[in-house]
């Protein structure tokens, strides 16, 4: 599970693999994933390169629909359709927005990096995920979301804005924002179509569990969860 060199398995195929039931490998899961959750995120150095992205909300095994349509005195009507109930499975701009759940990426240029699930996109909300992991005399690159550049400020962090992502002529060529790009890449090519979007309830631990991957040795991770 935390091997990158191993390709993350649904529950039911890693079953099959282990000849244990499904229930098995889906408790184990549950259980490290929460474990992940728990460490504390590393520091990072040198240029630092951080962006967000965003993944739709997901109630799945809520069972909130089959429960409102059973028994509607008692259920209520959930917020919103399934997703797939949306013409062509796509809902208007404004409820995907509107249901979007931000995962924040920081990567550094050693390899290190983080991948957050966070309630909103506010400025406390961000500042509370973000400053804890930057090295006093790291440089931190950003896209040009304005609530980035109000907490450099407040902390005294070195920083570039790269409006889109973009370079400017004047802009030395290793600032950049690749290697979280690449991160989110993985998220969407790889683990999101695994799981065809985890549960929004167990978002945070599949992030970290993505990054807990990325060139970490498995059996130190598995030393810090038992601990």
């Avoid at 739709?56 to 009507?77: F, N």
């Avoid at 930057?134 to 070195?158: C, E, N, R, W």
């Avoid at 370079?167 to 790889?190: C, E």
Wanted: with cysteine; charged share 30%; proline share 7%.
């Amino acid at each position: 599970m935390l091997d990158p060199n191993d390709t993350p398995l649904s529950c039911r195929k890693l079953a099959h693999r282990l000849g244990v039931s499904r229930d098995t490998i889906w408790r184990w899961r549950m259980i490290i994933l929460e474990q992940i959750k728990a460490i504390t995120p590393a520091v990072l150095s040198g240029i630092i390169e951080t962006d967000e992205t965003l993944q739709r909300e997901s109630r799945k095994g809520s069972r909130e629909w089959v429960r409102h349509l059973r028994d509607p005195l008692h259920h209520p009507k959930p917020p919103r359709r399934r997703w797939y109930e949306y013409p062509k499975r796509r809902p208007p701009q404004v409820i995907a927005r509107a249901w979007s759940c931000p995962i924040l990426g920081v990567v550094d240029r050693s390899g290190k990096a983080t991948f957050q699930y966070f309630k909103d996109t506010k400025q406390p909300t961000i500042e509370a995920v973000l400053v804890p992991q930057v090295a006093s005399d790291a440089m931190v690159l950003f896209d040009g979301a304005p609530q980035y550049d109000a907490i450099a400020v407040k902390h005294g962090i070195t920083y570039e804005v790269l409006i889109k992502g973009r370079r400017g002529r004047r802009t030395p060529k290793a600032h950049h924002l690749n290697s979280v790009n690449n991160l989110h890449f993985q998220w969407k090519d790889w683990f999101r179509k695994i799981w065809r979007g985890p549960a929004t309830k167990n978002l945070d631990g599949y992030t970290r569990w993505m990054a807990a991957r990325r060139g970490t040795d498995p059996v130190e991770i598995f030393r810090l969860i038992i601990a």
